[in-house]
């Protein structure tokens, strides 16, 4: 079974600091996509960044980087120059693909509070 | 373009009754899948229509249904309402296949079962 596991249920930061959530999954497919996900307070669901697992390069949106250790099979999401805005749960999720249809797995997400 | 639009954002029932939420995909997107979400449990899948055709289900029973149209909307129905049915529940869209496209979700409606 494909699991997804964020070891750490909250996390605080200063604003403007940088800070890293985790993320671990474990599979035995080889295609499959990787993805860090953002509920602010207001529910709506938002895309941060996405990794195929067949690219070695790390994804990098704006302020968000990825660490993919694919080996290690961790995901790890950086954010750096922390806004208030950023303030929300973050989802990792996977996907595999090929084959059969798969569905997207959820880990059970990090609350982070970015204080002024 | 407008995102995924799901209504209604809330809704009260007593258990027993049936419910049945709405979820209206981005133009263009032919997948729509459902998700529940509950302290509990997190995000749970359950199901994915493309083309009208339920192409994947997660593990709900059976009181939870779904149907996609024509128009790619998509409509879930949960019968015989158990207080554990409570949840936000969330629909996503993309442009084909979940598994290589990447979701787009809507604000979820909220069900509270009494």
């Known amino acids: 079974a494909q699991t997804v596991t964020q070891s750490q249920p909250e996390m605080s930061v200063q604003e403007a600091e940088t800070v890293t959530l985790s993320c671990t999954y474990d599979?035995?497919?080889?295609?499959?996509?990787l993805f860090w996900y953002k509920q602010p307070p207001s529910r709506q669901m938002i895309l941060v960044i996405r990794q195929e697992a067949y690219k070695q390069q790390n994804a990098t949106e704006n302020r968000f980087s990825v660490n993919f250790q694919k080996a290690a099979k961790s995901f790890s999401l950086k954010i750096s120059d922390s806004q208030l805005g950023d303030t929300a749960m973050y989802f990792c999720a996977f996907i595999a693909y090929g084959g059969s249809q798969g569905n997207l797995i959820f880990g059970k997400g990090t609350k982070l509070s970015v204080k002024p | 373009k407008a995102g995924v639009t799901q209504t209604p954002r809330y809704l009260i029932k007593t258990r027993g009754q049936q419910v049945t939420l709405s979820c209206s995909p981005i133009?263009?997107?032919?997948?729509v899948s459902w998700y529940q979400q509950t302290p509990g449990q997190g995000l749970q899948f359950l199901f994915e229509y493309f083309s009208e055709t339920q192409r994947n289900k997660g593990n709900f029973p059976g009181r939870f249904s779904g149907r996609q149209f024509s128009n790619s909307r998509s409509e879930m129905n949960v019968s015989t309402l158990e207080l554990g049915d409570s949840a936000l529940y969330l629909c996503?869209?993309?442009?084909?296949?979940?598994?290589?496209?990447?979701?787009?979700f809507g604000p979820g409606t909220r069900l509270l079962v009494l």
């Open positions: 133009s263009g997107h032919r997948s």
């Open positions: 996503a869209s993309s442009l084909a296949s979940i598994s290589q496209e990447t979701q787009y």
């Open positions: 599979t035995s497919e080889n295609n499959y996509y």
